[in-house]
């Protein structure tokens, strides 16, 4: 349950965070703004935090207990088969996760010196990259 329940709030907040994007503009003649709503008001890059917490939680889901059966003395190669390719599976999800952290982590980190380059001394220096109050 809870990697279901982590996977919906992932995916609404990364909703929510692109539609801030997307309505940024206010004044049509201001080019670029600094998001301040939501989780933009602890890190660069929420839209993307969101999507590696959405990707985790798939992670997460993907992890049952293998042990049911072999703990209750059903010692049958049906079930080491299921175990076994359940374990290729994670593999494939973890290797699929690492991924999505690498390639969205410098996506942030290159949002990031664009803003603060952009923005210079008007962006607030305390926001961090991707996860808030950490990096």
């Keep these: 349950w809870f990697g279901a329940c982590l996977c919906i709030y992932a995916q609404y907040e990364h909703f929510k965070h692109h539609q801030i994007l997307a309505n940024i503009r206010t004044d049509p003649s201001v080019k670029y703004e600094i998001p301040k709503q939501r989780y933009?008001?602890?890190v660069s890059s929420p839209h993307y935090l969101f999507e590696i917490i959405?990707?985790?939680s798939l992670?997460?889901?993907e992890f049952?207990?293998?042990n049911n059966g072999i703990q209750s003395n059903q010692d049958s190669g049906i079930t080491h088969v299921l175990c076994l390719l359940g374990t290729i599976s994670r593999f494939n999800s973890m290797?699929?996760?690492l991924w999505v952290v690498s390639?969205?982590?410098v996506s942030a980190i290159n949002t990031d010196s664009w803003y603060r380059e952009k923005f210079r001394d008007e962006y607030p220096s305390q926001r961090k990259i991707l996860v808030p109050?950490?990096?």
């Design 54 to 56: 959405f990707y985790l």
């Design 133 to 135: 109050f950490i990096f």
């Design 95 to 97: 290797a699929l996760f």
């Design 103 to 105: 390639n969205l982590t």
């Design 64 to 66: 049952p207990s293998c």
């Design 59 to 61: 992670v997460l889901m």
């Design 40 to 42: 933009f008001r602890f």
